[in-house]
């Protein structure tokens, strides 16, 4: 049995309906892309997976435990935590209280201490922005806020929403490198993003979304040499 | 210029338990993006409270604080969980939800009438009171005691909801709450409980602001209203979601007050209270201590 399961779910906002039958799966130790264009429904997914919008229809399992009917809550509880989209930071708040806060599960909460120093470990810009409030930070200081908040979550599985997005180039492949040491340590990590050359070249699989649907799926190698997938994402 | 002086440190006394009552407001608006026009409603029980706890046990009227302080914070918290959540989920993708507002207004007018039913229409005093009418000399001025109380219990007061904040893992839940309802959520805080624990701690501060007045003021039915409106000029004047400014707005307000009579007519002074606030509006309207964004 997979790790996390998506089976067969429609997302609807209000009357539109943004993912259509979409099933998917990942295993414990994977790190698996989900790219496609802007509307393709990938942020909608991770809504969904999160609790934040429920599917009207399908299942999802989380180490073979329904969690479609949870609150969002109920799901980071469990293990799995989600780094949304823009960061959204508090931004009002210091670095160190916005890490504080993502250590809020109580079964994060008992280690929070020595979760905190490993993620400064891993992050050491962290430390030396500790006492600042977030808002005054660079975007890319701010995205590995946003990284670290979600490791303090003590995550089995860690879904990032676009980490690269609106960085320049050299920070953007710093956070590619994070993800993959994030992996490397043993948390599975589900990646969605634009930028399909960077986040495939870490990932060992990947789904292709289009207009709420999965239309490829596979090695993250055959995708990167997939001529449709050349065309449409890479440009070349 | 010895009066200015005495009227200056009443002013500040008797802001300072206005800014009590603000305080209970603004942590509320500050979390739910609330205006809880049940506010001064919920003085009004917390006075009661306060009285009856004084009347029924004979304890000394700052005592009562251990009775109207947990009473009222499960009072508010249980207040949100049944009569407001409900209103609040089905709007729940409205950042300012304006049906809430509705609802507080409905429990204003029944707690009000609930009390007006039940205990009469009645002015009610604490009777062999310590405290009544105890002045304090102090280099040729006299000060009122129990207000003077009053300002320690509300300073206290503010300093431990600001520690509670700051310092706590529900405190920092409520803040991050505050700035952002949803990524709360994804960092696994249930935002209807957090709702219930502010209300609950803003019910709970308007209990104490009830208690620091029992041993000076009248208790009715309609009482809140008069700090009802007084509460949301300090809030708007010291910055919605500022604890610091709902204190200092409250002293404004009683500085003005209570100094203003000296130079003109008494009534005058409600003027310059909602000129004031009428410029503060015009020219920061995120009021005197208040930060542009939110919290």
Same mark, same amino acid.
């Given at each position: ?146 990284? $670290? !908040?979600?490791? @303090?979550?003590? *995550?089995?599985?860690?879904? &990032? #929403?676009? %980490?690269?997005?609106?960085? /320049?180039? =050299? ?40 207009? $709420? !649907?999965?239309? @490829?799926?596979? *090695?993250?190698?055959?995708? &990167? #040499?997939? %001529?449709?997938?050349?065309? /449409?994402? =890479?440009?070349? | ?295």
């Amino acid at each position: 049995m997979a790790f996390l399961e998506v089976r067969n779910i429609e997302v609807f906002y209000g009357d539109v309906q943004v993912i259509f039958d979409l099933s998917l799966h990942v295993e414990e130790g994977e790190v698996v892309s989900i790219i496609g264009g802007n509307g393709a429904g990938k942020s909608t997914l991770l809504r969904s997976i999160s609790g934040l919008v429920p599917p009207a229809k399908g299942e999802i399992l989380f180490e073979g435990v329904p969690i479609h009917k949870a609150p969002p809550e109920a799901i980071v509880e469990r293990g799995l935590v989600q780094v949304p989209e823009g960061r959204r930071l508090f931004t009002l708040m210091s670095v160190k209280d916005n890490l504080i806060v993502g250590a809020y599960n109580s079964r994060a909460d008992r280690v929070k201490e020595k979760t905190i120093e490993a993620v400064y470990e891993l992050l050491p810009r962290l430390r030396e922005r500790e006492s600042q409030l977030a808002m005054t930070l660079s975007g890319g200081e701010q995205q590995m806020v946003a990284i $670290g !908040r979600g490791l @303090m979550a003590k *995550p089995k599985l860690l879904m &990032l #929403d676009e %980490p690269s997005l609106g960085l /320049a180039p =050299l920070l953007s492949k710093n956070i590619f490198e994070t993800v993959r040491k994030i992996a490397d340590q043993g948390t599975t990590v589900v990646l969605v993003e634009q930028d399909v050359m960077h986040s495939l070249s870490i990932s060992e699989r990947g789904y292709v979304l289009e207009q $709420g !649907r999965t239309v @490829m799926e596979g *090695p993250a190698k055959e995708l &990167l #040499d997939d %001529p449709h997938i050349k065309t /449409a994402y =890479l440009g070349i | 210029m010895l009066y200015v002086l005495e009227d200056t440190i009443n002013g500040i006394l008797i802001g300072s338990i206005y800014g009590l009552t603000a305080l209970g407001l603004t942590v509320i608006f500050g979390v739910l993006k609330v205006i809880n026009f049940a506010h001064g409603s919920l003085l009004m029980v917390g006075m009661y409270t306060a009285y009856w706890a004084v009347v029924l046990t004979g304890i000394h009227p700052y005592l009562a604080l251990i009775i109207v302080a947990p009473v009222m914070y499960f009072f508010g918290y249980y207040l949100q969980n049944i009569i407001i959540k409900p209103i609040f989920k089905a709007e729940k993708d409205v950042r300012e939800p304006i049906t809430v507002i509705i609802v507080t207004t409905g429990v204003w007018y029944v707690l009000d009438n609930l009390s007006l039913l039940i205990f009469g229409p009645q002015y009610r005093t604490l009777q062999d009171n310590p405290l009544r009418g105890k002045m304090l000399e102090f280099a040729g001025m006299m000060l009122s005691i129990p207000k003077f109380w009053g300002f320690v219990i509300a300073i206290v007061t503010a300093a431990a909801v600001y520690w509670f904040f700051q310092k706590t893992r529900m405190g920092r839940a409520i803040r991050a709450t505050s700035l952002d309802r949803e990524s709360a959520s994804l960092m696994g805080i249930n935002q209807y409980r957090i709702y219930n624990v502010a209300f609950g701690i803003g019910t709970a501060i308007a209990g104490i602001a009830g208690v620091t007045l029992v041993p000076f003021y009248n208790v009715f039915p309609s009482v809140g209203v008069l700090f009802d409106i007084k509460g949301f000029i300090i809030v708007v004047l010291g910055g919605l979601g500022s604890i610091g400014g709902a204190i200092l707005g409250g002293i404004i307000v009683g500085v003005i007050e209570s100094v203003g009579p000296q130079f003109m007519a008494a009534t005058w002074t409600e003027a310059i209270v909602y000129g004031l606030f009428l410029m503060v509006l015009f020219v920061k309207p995120s009021g005197l201590f208040g930060v542009k964004y939110d919290w």
